[in-house]
């Protein structure tokens, strides 16, 4: 199975990310803490992501990879 990662590097942190609506298995989640969800950047719930990429196509800033 592929695995997916997020750079936090190039998150924009958007709380709105539109990797995390577009996942069919809601497997980015956002990070604990902030003041706002995904203030603290997104990570991706192995438990939950199949590795189908959707996330990774809608990432804008190109933050999502495959790995």
């Not at 939950?48 to 990432?59: H, I, P, Q, Y």
């Amino acid at each position: 199975m592929r695995t997916v990662t997020i750079d936090a590097s190039a998150c924009d942190r958007s709380p709105a990310c539109p990797a995390r609506r577009a996942c069919p298995r809601g497997a980015i989640v956002p990070i604990a803490g902030g003041s706002y969800p995904g203030s603290g950047g997104y990570t991706v719930d192995t438990d939950r992501c199949t590795g189908c990429a959707v996330c990774v196509l809608s990432c804008p800033a190109g933050a999502v990879r495959v790995g």
